[in-house]
């Protein structure tokens, strides 16, 4: 017998690409269990499994750095609760490397050469396996993309005076976007940011400890810790403001103002899946 629950949650991250670098990313989780009906009658309460899968990937995926173990782009070192990691990537024509600080637990270290939704749902199979009732003969777990069909982009960030998990300085979405101009659509316009903040780190001027013709350092410490980010220039985007998504709206809607200033503008901004916020001008 064999029990399903789609669309079971969603995570929001970031991950180390061989040639993107840091990617911020969301993936919707579905999951299928392979088992013997108990006196109930069921495999498996269903409370039971979204309880214990949705935690769990909450704590240990959601929000975290995903790094490759096994690849030979990384360089890594644990000292304590911190990890320190040097992440090479780009081309042989365009080498770049990236170099983060972070407490252990905001970090997830994935036994894997490359990380994509099929490593990631074995790696987390084998964790949660442990964790399900006896009655569980076999776990599924799978990860897919949201259907886009207009714009949408690839953001990783960090929110320094976030209380929870948003502090992270390198955790990322995956999100689209959508822009009116005058009242109507204006799909010229999304593409436009789109592929100005694509596969981008969003940062804070004011996190920026150190900078040189090639790279900014941002850094702050937290509730949970130090956090440090040496990245490419080319793959950073700045605001004035912390990177919330409200800004992020308000940032792109003022710049599509002083571009157009006879237009009315609206920008819906998303932040992975199905949430966001909106600005006009």
Not at 68 to 77: H, I
Not at 144 to 161: M, P, V
Not at 178 to 186: E, K, L, Q, V
Not at 194 to 199: F, G
Request: hydrophobic share 35%.
């Amino acid at each position: 017998m064999q029990l399903f629950v789609d669309g079971l949650t969603n995570v929001d991250f970031s991950y180390l690409h061989p040639e993107r670098g840091l990617l911020g990313e969301t993936w919707i989780a579905s999951t299928q269990l392979d088992g013997a009906l108990d006196q109930q009658g069921m495999v498996c309460d269903f409370g039971v499994v979204k309880k214990t899968l949705r935690n769990w990937l909450d704590d240990e995926l959601d929000h975290r750095l995903a790094v490759p173990l096994q690849s030979p782009n990384l360089s890594l070192q644990e000292q304590g609760d911190e990890i320190t990691l040097t992440w090479r990537y780009g081309s042989e024509d365009n080498p770049k490397t990236l170099e983060c600080t972070a407490p252990r637990q905001a970090v997830a270290l994935i036994d894997t050469d490359v990380i994509t939704p099929d490593s990631a749902s074995h790696w987390c199979i084998e964790q949660l396996s442990k964790l399900l009732p006896d009655t569980i003969a076999q776990l599924q777990l799978g990860f897919e993309l949201e259907t886009i069909d207009s714009a949408f982009y690839h953001y990783s960030h960090g929110l320094k005076k976030h209380g929870g998990n948003c502090q992270r300085i390198a955790h990322g979405h995956r999100s689209r976007l959508h822009i009116w101009r005058n009242d109507m659509p204006a799909p010229e316009l999304e593409q436009q940011w789109a592929n100005t903040l694509s596969d981008i780190y969003i940062g804070t001027q004011s996190d920026i400890v150190d900078q040189d013709d090639g790279s900014y350092t941002f850094s702050y410490s937290t509730s949970q810790g130090f956090f440090s980010l040496k990245i490419p220039r080319g793959n950073c985007y700045l605001l004035e403001t912390d990177s919330t998504v409200e800004w992020i709206a308000r940032h792109i809607a003022d710049q599509l103002k002083t571009q157009l200033p006879n237009d009315a503008i609206r920008v819906k901004a998303f932040e992975g899946l199905q949430k966001g916020a909106i600005a006009g001008r």
